[in-house]
C-alpha cells in the first residue's frame, strides 16, 4: 500500500474513532429520555402527586412564598406553576421530571468528564441513564427529579472545582447549591460535604479569596432559607408518619440503585414481613449485585486511586447516608429513600469509573454486564409485573366504576386518600372522607355521623382504604372503624383495598 493510501485509512480511522464517542453519547441520553419517559401515563397518579397538583392551582405568589402546609422549600412547585401553565394541562408535571431526569444524565455525562476523560464520561453517564433508583423518581410528578438535577450540578461543580478554580466553576457551585437548596433541604447535608472538599482543595491550590467568596455568596442567598423553614415547621398538619433506619433499611437503599424498588419482594411484602424473611429472598439478588458493585468499586479505586475526588464521592454516599438516617431517629425526622435521591449521582461516578476499565479487565466487563442485567429485570417488573404496582387512583376509580359505584357514595378512610379519588371521581357523585390518625377520634366521629345522617337507611356504598401493614399506627384506628360501620372487602388492588357496607 502506498505511503499516501496509508495516511489515508489513518486518517479515516481517526476520524471513525473520533464519531464513535460522540455516538455513544447521543445514544446514552436518548436511551435515558426514552426509560424516562415511555408510556408515562400508563398509571394514575398516585396520592402524592395528586397533592403537588393541587398545591400548584395556587397563584404563584402563593407558592413563591410558600404559603403551604408543608416543609419543603418552594422552588420545584414554582417551576412547576411555570411549566403547567406554559404547556397548559397538569399532565405535564410528570414530563417536567422526564425532562429533569434526562438532563441529569447529561450533567452526569459533563461530571464523568471531570472525573475522568472525555472518552470514558460515557461510562458514568450509561450508569445513570439506566439507574432504576433515578428512574423511578423520574416518572412522577413530584419534586424529587427536580432535586436530583440540582444535586447532580453540584456534583458536577465540586468535581471541577478539585481539578481547577475558575470562576465559572465557583459560579456553578454557587447557582447548584442555591437552587437544590431551595428545592429540598437534604441538599443542605449534601452540599456542606461538598463545600468542604472543594473549600479545602480551593483553598491549598488557589489561595482564599474564591472560596472565601464563593461561601460568602451562597450564605448571602440562603439567609431566607431558615426563615422559609421555621414558617414552614410552624404549620405542618399533625399527621405525620415515622419511618425509622436501621442497616436493613441502609442496605435496601444502596441495593435500590441498582434495583429501583423492584426486584426482591415487593415494598408492600417487605412490609409484611420479618427482615430476616426478607434478606433471605434478597440473596439471589444481593450476590449478583454484591458482586457488580464490589467489583466496579475495586476497578474504580484502581482507575482514580486514592485521592480527593474518590474521596468526596464516598463521603457524600457511604458515609452521608448512614449518618443522615440515624440523625433521623434521633431527631424523631426518620428517614425516607427519596429524600436521598442524589445518591443515585455518586454511584453512577463511582461505578463508572470502575467501568471505564472494561477495555483491560475482563472482571469489569463482567460486572457491568450483570450491573445492565440488574438495571433490565428491575425495569421490567416496573413496567409488566403487578407485585410492583404502586397507588393509582385512576384504577381505584376505573374499579368503582366496576364494582357499580356509579351512583352509590363513597367513603374514603384518610382525607389526604380521598383527595386524591376526587382527582378521578366526577364532581356530582358524592365522595367523603375522614381521617384515621388516632388522635382525630372528634373529627371522625363528625364525618361519620354526618355521611350516615345525609343517607336513608339501607343505602349501600363502598369504603376506600389503603392498604396498611399490622405494624402501621393508622391500621388499629382504621379496622376499628370499618368493624363499627359493617364492611365487607370487596376487592384490593395496587395498595388500595375496597369495602361495601349499608347505612345502618
Same mark, same amino acid.
Given at each position: 500500500?502506498? #505511503?499516501?493510501?496509508?495516511?489515508?485509512?489513518?486518517?479515516?480511522?481517526? #476520524? +471513525?474513532?473520533?464519531?464513535?464517542?460522540?455516538?455513544?453519547?447521543?445514544?446514552?441520553?436518548?436511551?435515558? /429520555?426514552?426509560?424516562?419517559? =415511555?408510556?408515562?401515563?400508563?398509571?394514575?397518579?398516585?396520592?402524592?402527586?395528586?397533592? %403537588?397538583?393541587?398545591?400548584?392551582?395556587?397563584?404563584?405568589?402563593s407558592v413563591v412564598m410558600d404559603e403551604d402546609d408543608d416543609r419543603f422549600p418552594p422552588l420545584y412547585r414554582t417551576i412547576l406553576v411555570i411549566w403547567d401553565n406554559a404547556?397548559?394541562?397538569?399532565?405535564?408535571?410528570?414530563?417536567? +421530571?422526564?425532562?429533569?431526569?434526562?438532563?441529569t444524565v447529561i450533567v452526569v455525562w459533563r461530571a464523568g468528564a471531570a472525573l475522568l476523560d472525555e472518552r470514558d464520561a460515557v461510562w458514568p453517564a450509561l450508569l445513570m441513564a439506566c439507574c432504576p433508583f433515578n428512574i423511578h423518581f423520574a416518572r412522577e410528578g413530584r419534586a424529587y427529579a427536580v432535586y436530583g438535577l440540582f444535586a447532580a450540578m453540584m456534583f458536577w461543580a465540586a468535581l471541577r472545582l478539585l481539578r481547577r478554580g475558575e470562576r465559572r466553576d465557583w459560579a456553578l457551585m454557587v447557582a447548584s447549591t442555591i437552587a437544590a437548596v431551595y428545592c429540598h433541604w437534604y441538599a443542605v447535608p449534601l452540599g456542606c460535604v461538598l463545600w468542604l472538599f472543594v473549600f479545602y482543595a480551593g483553598w491549598r491550590r488557589d489561595g482564599w479569596r474564591r472560596p472565601i467568596g464563593a461561601a460568602i455568596a451562597t450564605a448571602v442567598l440562603l439567609i431566607p432559607a431558615p426563615i422559609l423553614l421555621i414558617r414552614a415547621s410552624a404549620?405542618?398538619?399533625?399527621?405525620?408518619?415515622?419511618?425509622?433506619?436501621?442497616l436493613?433499611?441502609?442496605?435496601?437503599? /444502596?441495593?435500590?440503585?441498582? *434495583? *429501583?424498588f423492584t426486584i426482591g419482594p415487593a415494598m408492600k411484602e417487605l412490609r409484611s414481613m420479618p427482615a430476616a424473611d426478607g434478606i433471605r429472598q434478597f440473596l439471589p439478588w444481593l450476590a449478583a449485585v454484591g458482586f457488580a458493585g464490589l467489583t466496579l468499586v475495586w476497578q474504580a479505586v484502581r482507575r482514580l486511586g486514592i485521592?480527593?475526588?474518590?474521596?468526596?464521592?464516598?463521603? #457524600? +454516599?457511604?458515609?452521608?447516608?448512614?449518618?443522615?438516617?440515624?440523625? *433521623?431517629?434521633?431527631?424523631?425526622?426518620?428517614?425516607?429513600?427519596?429524600?436521598?435521591? =442524589?445518591?443515585?449521582?455518586?454511584?453512577?461516578?463511582i461505578l463508572g469509573a470502575?467501568?471505564?476499565?472494561?477495555?483491560?479487565?475482563? /472482571?469489569?466487563?463482567?460486572?457491568?454486564?450483570?450491573?445492565?442485567?440488574?438495571?433490565?429485570?428491575?425495569?421490567?417488573?416496573?413496567?409488566?409485573?403487578?407485585?410492583?404496582?404502586?397507588?393509582?387512583?385512576?384504577?381505584?376509580?376505573?374499579?368503582?366504576?366496576?364494582?357499580?359505584a356509579a351512583e352509590a357514595p363513597v367513603l374514603v378512610a384518610s382525607n389526604y386518600m380521598g383527595h386524591a379519588? &376526587?382527582?378521578?371521581?366526577?364532581?356530582?357523585? #358524592?365522595?367523603?372522607?375522614?381521617?384515621? /390518625?388516632?388522635?382525630?377520634?372528634? &373529627?371522625?366521629?363528625?364525618?361519620?355521623? %354526618?355521611?350516615?345522617?345525609?343517607?336513608?337507611?339501607?343505602?349501600?356504598?363502598?369504603?376506600? +382504604?389503603?392498604?396498611?401493614?399490622?405494624?402501621?399506627v393508622r391500621r388499629e384506628t382504621r379496622d376499628a372503624v370499618l368493624t363499627e360501620l359493617g364492611a365487607k372487602r370487596e376487592a384490593e388492588l395496587v395498595q388500595m383495598e375496597i369495602y361495601s357496607a349499608e347505612v345502618r
Open positions: 500500500m502506498s #505511503s499516501a493510501n496509508s495516511e489515508q485509512v489513518t486518517e479515516i480511522e481517526r #476520524s +471513525s474513532d473520533a464519531r464513535i464517542p460522540w455516538l455513544l453519547v447521543i445514544g446514552v441520553i436518548a436511551l435515558g /429520555f426514552l426509560l424516562r419517559g =415511555w408510556n408515562l401515563h400508563g398509571r394514575g397518579y398516585t396520592a402524592d402527586e395528586v397533592t %403537588e397538583l393541587l398545591l400548584a392551582r395556587k397563584p404563584l405568589a404547556w397548559g394541562s397538569e399532565e405535564a408535571a410528570r414530563w417536567l +421530571s422526564v425532562v429533569a431526569g434526562g438532563l404549620d405542618l398538619p399533625d399527621e405525620e408518619l415515622y419511618a425509622g433506619f436501621d436493613e433499611a441502609l442496605g435496601y437503599t /444502596f441495593v435500590s440503585l441498582v *434495583g *429501583g485521592g480527593l475526588p474518590l474521596a468526596m464521592l464516598v463521603a #457524600s +454516599s457511604a458515609l452521608l447516608v448512614p449518618v443522615l438516617g440515624y440523625l *433521623g431517629n434521633v431527631s424523631g425526622s426518620g428517614f425516607v429513600y427519596r429524600y436521598v435521591v =442524589w445518591l443515585a449521582v455518586p454511584y453512577a461516578l470502575g467501568a471505564a476499565r472494561c477495555r483491560v479487565s475482563w /472482571f469489569a466487563r463482567l460486572a457491568v454486564v450483570v450491573l445492565l442485567a440488574v438495571n433490565a429485570a428491575a425495569l421490567y417488573n416496573r413496567a409488566y409485573d403487578a407485585r410492583y404496582d404502586e397507588e393509582d387512583f385512576r384504577a381505584v376509580a376505573a374499579k368503582l366504576e366496576e364494582l357499580g379519588l &376526587q382527582h378521578y371521581w366526577p364532581a356530582d357523585r #358524592s365522595l367523603t372522607s375522614f381521617p384515621i /390518625f388516632a388522635h382525630h377520634g372528634e &373529627q371522625r366521629a363528625e364525618r361519620l355521623a %354526618e355521611f350516615q345522617a345525609a343517607h336513608p337507611a339501607g343505602t349501600k356504598y363502598w369504603i376506600v +382504604s389503603q392498604w396498611l401493614p399490622e405494624d402501621d
